[in-house]
């Protein structure tokens, strides 16, 4: 079974600074799709961001990057230019791509409670 | 277009009552997903349905059950609740199964359970 570690269950960044949330994960699939998703107090889950496995470079969608380290199992998000409005709790997830039918099922890590001080 | 919309928000039940869950995915979705959200646990899979067929279930006792209606709407049904069942649980919608392998999932903004 996939398992994902969020080990930071809080972490605090400064309006404007740079932060980078960590996750590692366990598989033993070569095929997968991993995403960060944000869950603001509104709890509705947002996806920030989706990696696939095969494909050697990172992700980036705007201030949202991710690092993400085939061989170390190993999917960090960095947020540059932090704003307020990135408060919130962020999920690292795992997706197997291997085959159809029960693979669909996202295995979330436990979370990051982002904190952004003005 | 609308979201996946849950109902209700917020529902407060005592132990051994039953508790009835309903989400409406995005219009032309037909796979829906429930997850368990605890405090502290992050989001544990629960159920998942495509067609009208239960595809997947995670592990949680079959007092957890459910079932989808042919407008592919979703009901989750918790029955002798428990203490421990108290949770948030979100529901998310996909397209169809055979494109849901590289589709993204959205979620509602989930129904907080209370158990007393």
């Known amino acids: 079974a996939q398992t994902v570690t969020q080990s930071q269950p809080e972490m605090s960044v400064q309006e404007a600074e740079t932060v980078t949330l960590s996750c590692t994960y366990d598989t033993s699939e070569s095929d997968y799709y991993l995403f960060w998703y944000k869950q603001p107090p509104s709890r509705q889950m947002i996806l920030v961001i989706r990696?696939?496995?095969?494909?050697?470079q990172n992700a980036t969608e705007n201030r949202f990057s991710v690092n993400f380290q085939k061989a170390a199992k190993s999917f960090s998000l960095k947020i540059s230019d932090s704003q307020l409005g990135d408060a919130a709790m962020y999920f690292c997830a795992y997706r197997s791509a291997v085959g159809r039918g029960s693979n669909y099922k996202l295995t979330f890590g436990k979370g990051t409670l982002l904190t952004v001080n003005p | 277009e609308a979201g996946v919309t849950q109902s209700p928000t917020h529902l407060i039940k005592t132990r051994g009552q039953q508790a009835t869950l309903r989400c409406s995915p995005i219009?032309?979705?037909?796979?829906v997903y429930w997850y368990q959200q605890a405090l502290g646990l992050g989001l544990q899979f629960l159920l998942w349905?495509?067609?009208?067929?239960?595809?997947n279930r995670g592990n949680f006792p079959p007092r957890f059950s459910g079932r989808q209606f042919p407008n592919y709407s979703s009901e989750l049904n918790v029955n002798a609740l428990e203490l421990e069942d108290s949770a948030l649980y979100l529901c998310a919608s996909s397209l169809p199964n055979y494109r849901a392998f590289r589709e993204k999932l959205f979620f509602g903004s989930g129904t907080q359970l209370s158990v007393l």
């Open positions: 219009s032309g979705h037909t796979s």
């Open positions: 349905y495509d067609e009208g067929e239960e595809r």
């Open positions: 990696q696939e496995a095969y494909k050697q």
